[in-house]
């Protein structure tokens, strides 16, 4: 069975499909993850993120991928722990510009199929349910209002030290979103068969216990 769980930045979505797939003993790939690392290689070989030509040449250099943690997953780039470095400012700054290049849609939308290929599984991103797994039995749709996600990036950056004010925050979670639904391959969207999930006054263990039972329903 393949579960689908797609939302804008910062609506939990990670966080919740780790638990779910935990509980379900269910493979997790975290496909934002995957764009984050073409982000930092593109940072790091001094690219400019929006320079579609350059950026496509580097994808041959790009090898993702995942190892089981206690806390969810390490996340490799050509061999290299990147785990905490994706989730840097910058990287997530331009993650965006990255992600709508679509020879890098098509590089890693293939590696995610063969992933989901090898069984059950929840995947998260932002077209799972629309590109990636059109035919997933469950597809939810986490939304949360945008001063909730900007706050709650906000209590998540203080345990990594990153010091970005709460208004910065807001600015930068409303500009990603407006990039990621806009973009002409693959845009954010609720596939029409998502369940429409917000999450704004909810906890993540009321998410994850709605995201079971949805899953249960399905069997
Ligand atoms: O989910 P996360 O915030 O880690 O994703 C980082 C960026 O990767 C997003 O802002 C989006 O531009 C891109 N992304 C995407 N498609 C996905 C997952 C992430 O375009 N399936």
Partial sequence: MQIAIDGPASAGKSTVAKLVA????????????????????????????????????????????????????LVFLNGEDVSLTIRQEDVTNNASAVAA?????????DQQRAIADAGNIVMDGRDIGTTVLPHAELKVFMVASVEE?????????????????????????????????????????????????DTTSLSIEEVVAKIVSLYQERR
Avoid at 33 to 60: E, F, I, N, Q
Avoid at 101 to 109: C, D, E, G, H, M
Avoid at 176 to 193: F, I
């Fill in 22 to 73: 935990k509980q379900l003993n269910y493979v997790y790939c975290d496909t934002g993850a995957m764009y984050r690392c073409v982000t930092l290689l593109v940072l790091r070989r001094g690219v400019a993120p929006d320079d579609a030509a350059a950026v496509t040449a580097l994808l041959k250099d790009v090898k993702i991928s995942f190892k089981p943690s206690a806390d969810g997953q």
């Fill in 101 to 109: 290049i679509p020879a890098v849609r098509t590089a890693l939308t």
């Fill in 149 to 197: 996600r900007a706050r709650r990036r906000f209590l998540d950056n203080q345990e990594k030290g990153i010091d970005v004010p709460v208004e910065t925050l807001e600015k930068e979670i409303a500009a990603r979103d407006h990039k990621d639904s806009t973009r002409k391959t693959s845009p954010l969207k609720q596939a029409a068969d998502a369940v429409l999930l």
